[in-house]
């Protein structure tokens, strides 16, 4: 990171919320100022403890407006901060791209495009968990077969993808590169756990 990152953060506008349009804006103002305010805190030896105003007030607002403290939350780091390539095709590895990032590269960006793809296949699996629920409360052995059946299957399709991380995601980049900036603790233990993850899962294949 530059070490006059702070002083150029310190001289931008006042940045004003009012201008936000609708839920789109607010959310990518809310990705935005959180990376520029975890970049401000860890940019350089010593972690800042205080925020300049320009940043902390609206970043507050904002924040106030999402429903979300002030911080690098998950819902910013990776939920909100993708876009697909060919809108017509699926949601996955290949045809997403990362919107926002604090270095760079092929490592950073793939640690959570991993995640999003993740994502779009767990939700088959809540399906299945309502319908199975719903089997089991009508006493339907066959609904909770093939509920159960469909579960199991896109637990396979999650674990497929986690298992294509060290693809263009190297550990050691990982834990000494991005995740110093992004961690307020939880991604970094996220990101041990994923790798924790990974060891457990290598030794069942």
């Not at 793809?117 to 077969?145: F, H, P, R, T, Y």
């Not at 896109?154 to 693809?167: D, I, T």
Request: charge should be neutral.
């Amino acid at each position: 990171m530059s070490t006059n990152f702070r002083a150029k953060v310190k001289a931008l506008p006042k940045f004003n919320i009012d201008k936000l349009k609708g839920d789109a804006e607010i959310q990518r103002a809310m990705l935005v100022l959180s990376y520029i305010g975890q970049s401000y805190q860890w940019s350089e030896n010593t972690p800042a403890t205080v925020m300049p105003a320009n940043l902390a007030l609206p970043w507050y607002q904002v924040g106030k407006l999402v429903g979300r403290p002030p911080i690098l939350s998950y819902q910013s780091y990776a939920s909100d901060n993708w876009r697909r390539f060919d809108k017509s095709g699926p949601i996955e590895c290949g045809n997403i791209g990362l919107a926002q990032c604090f270095l760079g590269g092929q490592d950073e960006e793939w640690f959570i495009l991993i995640h999003i793809d993740i994502e779009k296949k767990a939700g088959k699996s809540l399906k299945a968990i309502e319908d199975a629920q719903a089997a089991v409360a009508s006493n339907d052995a066959d609904q909770l077969e093939a509920s159960l059946t469909k579960l199991r299957n896109a637990l396979a399709s999650m674990y497929q993808v986690l298992g294509r991380m060290p693809e263009r995601c190297d550990p050691y980049i990982t834990s000494t590169g991005f995740v110093h900036i992004s961690s307020v603790g939880a991604i970094t233990h996220h990101c041990q756990m994923v790798w924790s993850m990974r060891e457990w899962m290598s030794t069942k294949e």
